[in-house]
């Protein structure tokens, strides 16, 4: 099977036989609420797999699970429950091994302005991440090095951008600075949270085609998160639509949103006015549902966390857990499925324990300068 999608021209392989670099299988992060007591299911049971080559989406509405999920594929939390796993293999914690780790794996961060240090120039900025990872040493070869990482995120000519300062940049330049320097040490795998939130709406769109021409040129596996489902259409080989914690509905992106099974991808798909418009217009389409009521992620949800919310909810769905119906290499945890003689029901995936987890996930603040910034 091959399938196309809205922002490329490469059909992308079926990749049911193929190993994904970077995979998470149920994955649960329990987090300590602020104040001590409760403890918050930020991610209650989720599994996502990266491919090479392919822009992987994550959607939801905030406080969904979204940056949860990147924070532990950029182990800035052990997660609580489930696995992760990195060319098929449980990913090993520790200084030597997050090194290794980091030089195949890497962070774009949501705000290119606190991400980039501000006294700094490109030539440092990139430099440095060159000279750590030693892709490059002396003068020279660092300097030809960051006019190619330049040029590889279309700042050109490089030598008009290495003397310049963040400060001096658009927000639309100074992200392809971070990505430039994400891509210092030749990974394998981006993950992208919100990259172009931040971002004036007339500048999104390049940085989204940077990425796909990245991930085609580089055969990268990216990870797009956004609450935009629009702009997921438009980059997204696959869609993971996630709400409450969970991944509630998958597949092939166009399939997805053209088709969408779940009720909450429907109104994530309703609140965009048009979501094809997104394509090559530039203009931002809003599809977050931000005025409805998130919900309780401090307790334990008998049924269907969407119930409360849910236009069509049936009375089991209050106490029953939906599993996954699966059609082909699509999914989604709906008991409306169950009737949909193309969706058949799976048991849940076995739950690989993940090495090191406790009750609770590690906090953010010794692990959070661990990450990507060592580059700066
Ligand atoms: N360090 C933390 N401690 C406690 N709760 C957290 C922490 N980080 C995130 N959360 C909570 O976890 C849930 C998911 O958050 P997050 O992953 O940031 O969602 P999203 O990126 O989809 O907006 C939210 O309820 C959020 O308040
Ligand atoms: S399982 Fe029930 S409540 Fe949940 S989305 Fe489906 S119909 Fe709505
Ligand atoms: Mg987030």
Redesign the pocket.
């Known amino acids: 099977m091959t399938t196309r999608t809205d922002a490329g021209q490469k059909p992308i392989a079926d990749h049911v036989d193929r190993t994904p670099i970077l995979e998470v299988r149920d994955l649960e992060v329990h ?4 104040g001590g007591r409760r403890t ?1 299911r ?1 991610v209650d049971g989720a599994s996502l797999a990266l491919h090479a080559g392919e822009i992987t989406a994550l959607v ?10 990147a924070r532990v594929l950029s182990l800035v939390y052990k997660p609580t429950g489930g696995s992760l796993l990195y060319d098929g293999k449980p990913v090993k914690y520790g200084h030597r091994a997050e090194r290794a780790y980091y030089s195949n794996v890497q962070l774009i961060f949501q705000d290119p302005f606190a991400s980039l240090n501000a006294l700094k120039k490109v030539s440092y900025i990139l430099g440095r991440a060159l000279r750590i990872h030693r892709i490059a040493s002396g003068p020279r070869a660092v300097r030809a090095k960051v006019l190619e990482l330049l040029g590889l995120v279309n700042l050109t000519p490089g030598e008009s951008f290495v003397d310049r300062y963040p400060t001096d940049m658009s927000g639309g330049q100074r992200q392809r600075i971070a990505i430039a320097r994400s891509l210092a040490m030749n990974p394998r795998v981006l993950l992208a949270d919100e990259p172009t939130s931040m971002l004036d709406a007339s500048i999104r769109i390049g940085v989204l085609n940077l990425l796909d021409r990245l991930r085609r040129e580089h055969q990268l596996a990216v990870l797009y ?1 956004t609450h935009d489902i629009a702009s997921a259409r438009y980059l997204a080989d696959r869609v993971n639509v ?1 709400f409450g ?1 969970k991944i509630v509905e998958y597949g092939d992106a166009e399939d997805v949103i053209a088709n969408p099974k779940h009720p909450y991808t429907r109104q994530l798909i309703s609140a965009a006015p048009d979501p094809a418009r997104y394509k090559g217009s530039g203009h931002e389409i809003i599809t977050d549902i931000s005025d409805a009521s ?1 919900i309780d ?1 401090t307790v334990e949800y008998m049924g269907c966390r969407f119930a409360a919310r849910c236009p069509v909810a049936l009375p089991k769905c209050t106490t029953q857990q939906p599993p996954y119906f699966v059609s082909g290499t699509r999914a989604t945890a709906c008991w409306r499925a169950e009737d949909d003689p193309s969706f058949s029901e799976t048991t849940p995936q076995s739950t690989a324990t993940h090495s090191g987890a406790g009750d609770e996930a590690t ?2 603040s010794q692990k959070e300068h661990v990450s990507h910034d060592s580059t700066e």
């Open positions: 987090l300590r609420a602020p918050v930020a939801g509405e905030s406080g969904s699970g979204k940056t949860t999920i998160i996630m914690g998130p992620n906090p953010p």
